[in-house]
């Protein structure tokens, strides 16, 4: 075997493994989506807080890790929601008071750059889990990871077959403005067809005729595939800033968990606000 | 008028002022409170952003200003309160948007420093209006703002007269043990006292026993003066890390408003939870 077809191979053992625990996640007691994005989460924060640590950044992992945990727990099970959010509260107040004990010249970077793993990751996949657990709006929560790696993978063909214009070369300079279209056609196309499915029909809307259906689902492409680009910017700019290459190792040929999650980070909030938006122009 | 002199009026006349409008805003409608602890967290917030400017950080002002006023706005407007924190949310998310257009080496540094004052200043003074006019609770409100004045004060006269061991030399080298030990006991004396105001009787539990009620208002003035010299030695370390002496310089002689507020804003999250623990113990 060729070192390019072997890298090829693992590549696409390990991404299809990740995309059948994902899609699998969905259809078996919650639990197990618990159980696996808990872990995607608190592997991301490590990542996050080790790979600002060498830019001088005193990072609190234990802490860091175990806040993002709580968190996510809280939002899939309802059980545990107040105790785990006041444990998070807890430990994001006790970072600044641990920073008056440790003698560093700038404590307030470290307050900082702990707290943002929080917003960044661990905001998103609790949202994940109150989508999921809470509002039982499983089907939208899996057909926006559907419509990102569509958006995702067809950008990347595409822009490697046509593309030409540079996006964005100081940050990500393979992503071309070809690609990103081809991505967003790709990804509005198949949201009108999910629109047709009858599993995710009554996703967004429930009972709504058909045409304002089908324009819920192409916004929700729209909103899926531009802050998904966007998330994967931000991602690239933060490892192009502290220069490394991948936020991690541990997907086979895929890099880190950041790295994998970083269009779905910034696209879920926006997502949520737009399943509320709908909902309450509809 | 000898220079100490002056300089010693000016410090009353200004503290007296300070103490005024606070308290006179709990006997007003609360639309008074509400627009003064907007301006007083949109000061602390531009002050926090410019400070860390000093330090290469590249601050978004006019956002983070806006911000903290949107949040704390949403806390005492209830009409409001979905669409102006809506927008915070927003705005929080158009912060890296903003960054990867703006070519800057750190732009984490600048995403992580922008979102500080978010949680350390919009969060307590939006929870002081959630107080105030979501759960009709200003008496304990104002119990919280007259035990940090005690506290702080008391600390500070007997630091002067009786302070020896110092308490943390290296970040606030006038406090002593001893101040902090008078301090706490007025807080907690005062405290007990609260207890016994008609005003204040049933500001923490509704209808208590006498025993129970006590215990309550003694815990509170233990949490107030605890969280309180913390969140004082907080924003010294702040302060001290980016050398500078005070926040700013709104209020004659008593420096900035990062300062006035700096004990409230760390013990406002303490005293919420303990309000809500003391209630489900009862």
Redesign the interface.
């Known amino acids: 075997m060729s070192p390019q077809f072997k890298s090829l191979l693992t590549r696409t053992i390990s991404g299809a493994v990740f995309v059948a625990l994902v899609v699998g996640s969905f259809f078996v007691p919650s639990y197990f989506q618990f159980a696996l994005f808990v872990f995607f989460a608190a592997v991301a924060t490590y990542e996050y807080l080790h790979i600002?640590e060498t830019?001088g950044i005193r990072s609190h992992k234990v802490l860091g890790v175990l806040m993002t945990v709580l968190m996510v727990e809280g939002g899939y099970i309802r059980q545990s929601m107040s105790f785990g959010w006041?444990l998070v509260?807890?430990l994001?107040?006790s970072i600044?008071?641990i920073?008056?004990f440790r003698?560093g010249?700038?404590?307030?970077?470290n307050?900082?750059?702990n707290?943002?793993p929080v917003?960044w990751i661990g905001v998103p996949f609790t949202l994940a889990g109150v989508t999921n657990v809470m509002l039982f709006q499983e089907e939208a929560l899996l057909a926006l990871f559907i419509l990102l790696w569509t958006s995702d993978t067809f950008a990347y063909c595409g822009g490697s077959l046509f593309g030409k214009h540079k996006m964005?070369e100081?940050?990500s300079p393979k992503k071309t403005w070809e690609g990103f279209a081809i991505g967003g056609l790709f990804a509005c196309g198949v949201a009108v067809g999910l629109s047709f499915v009858p599993y995710f029909h009554n996703a967004l809307l429930y009972e709504a005729s058909t045409t304002f259906n089908v324009l819920a689902w192409l916004g929700f492409g729209l909103v899926v595939f531009v802050t998904g680009t966007?998330g994967d910017?931000?991602e690239s700019?933060?490892k192009r800033?502290?220069g490394v290459k991948d936020s991690g190792n541990i997907m086979p040929g895929h890099g880190g968990m950041l790295d994998r999650f970083d269009s779905f980070l910034?696209a879920m909030?926006?997502c949520m606000?737009y399943w509320v938006l709908i909902t309450f122009i509809y």
Request: net charge neutral; charged share 15%.
């Open positions: 600002v830019d006041l509260v807890l994001m107040l600044p008071v920073e008056l003698k010249e700038k404590p307030f970077n307050i900082a750059h707290f943002l917003l964005f100081r940050i966007l910017l931000i700019m933060f800033s502290y910034f909030p926006f606000i």
